[in-house]
């Protein structure tokens, strides 16, 4: 059993963690915007009749550049006003995020409690992880994560002892640099 890490989460802590979560959508969602673009300039083309072959094409161009201008932008507004906004809220509204958390684990399972709960997470039924400099992230869906600051950590070698467990557990995941 690795030694127990007691430590109170902090809205800076939460933020890491949405900013490190929302990077991860940020390209999928670009692709998703350019396929939608290019679909709505394929229906505009096609309601004009495709009469013209130089004009469809750049109606084609010109949503696809268009909805991947939108998504840049969007992609720029999540991190730096959403993200704080977001975690700020949330942080003042979830008690349990401002209390002292108790967390471990073993070859099995990451243990974690305070005064208002425990945590029994087995890590083989986690969907995923990732990690930064500032946060690891521990996710139970694809939506849903447990975070864990990196701060808390002994050294690096403790922090890549959790990850190691992850991994041997057949976890996939993913450590990023900033």
């Known amino acids: 059993m690795t030694e127990k890490l007691v430590f109170t989460p902090r809205e800076e802590d939460l933020r890491a963690a949405y900013r490190l979560h929302m990077k991860q959508m940020g390209w999928k969602r670009l692709g998703y915007f350019l396929l939608f673009g290019f679909a ?3 229906v505009l083309a096609a309601l004009d009749g495709f009469d013209d072959r130089n004009q469809a094409i750049g109606l084609i161009v010109g949503m696809t550049v268009w909805a991947g201008f939108v998504a840049m932008v969007i992609m720029l507004l999540i991190p730096i006003w ?3 906004r ?3 809220k949330t942080y003042q509204q979830q008690k349990d995020l401002r209390l002292e958390t108790t967390t471990w684990w073993d070859d099995e399972k990451l243990y974690s409690g305070n005064e ?3 945590a029994h997470l087995t890590f083989a039924d986690m969907v995923k992880w990732r990690a930064d400099e500032k946060i690891v992230l521990l996710y139970r869906s694809d939506q849903l ?3 864990l600051p990196v701060r808390i ?3 690096q070698a403790h922090k890549n002892g959790l990850i190691r467990r992850l991994q041997d557990a057949g976890v996939p995941g993913e450590e990023k640099s900033q």
């Open 145 to 147: 994560f447990n975070f």
């Open 82 to 84: 959403w993200v704080p």
């Open 86 to 88: 977001h975690s700020k």
């Open 40 to 42: 709505m300039g394929i």
């Open 116 to 118: 208002q709960g425990h």
């Open 153 to 155: 950590f002994k050294d």
